[in-house]
């Protein structure tokens, strides 16, 4: 059965965004696990900083034990959120084998934001896969004030089911 890794950036709507994934992941039957990077309490990169070698370890082992991802985030400022930008810094400086946390792995990138989240989308898509990620076409985006269209979300996650199964 496919294990998949859905790494939410923040604890409020992309977190819930994050377990509603989760559920329908169940219904489909496929194993998975949510990630809060907020929970994880990194600390922003920087020469002069070090974080808990114990805190990237497990984050790195649930990243290359997964066959697939799904990256939930909202776009700030036009861009990636700064906390999945500074967690993914840690995981490739802190760890020699960060690569299989990230190479020939396949992504689904989604967002619930304000609007459509199509800056955040395009720009992180453009960092996962210089990481050697191969992100589906195919987004989730969810507009906080309009209704999650479940069956569209369900063929979606049935796309990375597909390219992951055994």
């Known amino acids: 059965m496919p294990n998949i ?3 939410s950036a923040t604890n409020d709507n992309n977190l819930e965004l994050s377990n509603k994934l989760q559920a329908f992941l169940s219904e489909l039957q496929v194993e998975s696990k949510v990630e809060s990077l907020e929970n994880l309490d990194l600390p922003l990169f920087g020469g002069k900083t070090d974080v808990e070698d114990s805190i990237i370890k ?3 082992r649930d990243l290359s034990m997964a066959k697939g991802l799904i990256f939930c985030a909202p776009e700030y400022n036009g861009g990636v959120p ?5 967690a993914i810094t840690w995981v490739t400086v802190k760890t020699p084998e960060w690569r299989d946390a990230f190479s020939g792995k396949f992504a689904l990138i989604a967002t619930s934001s304000g609007g459509q989240g199509n ?3 395009t720009a992180f898509r453009s960092q996962l896969e210089h990481l050697g990620v191969n992100v589906l076409a195919r987004t989730i985006s969810h507009q906080q004030e309009k209704p999650l269209k479940e069956d569209s979300v369900k063929k979606i996650l049935q796309g990375l089911i597909g390219v992951i199964g055994d």
Do not use: A, G, Q, T
């Open 82 to 86: 700064p906390v999945l930008s500074n």
């Open 119 to 121: 800056r955040f989308l």
């Open 5 to 7: 890794l859905i790494i």
């Open 58 to 60: 497990d984050f790195v």
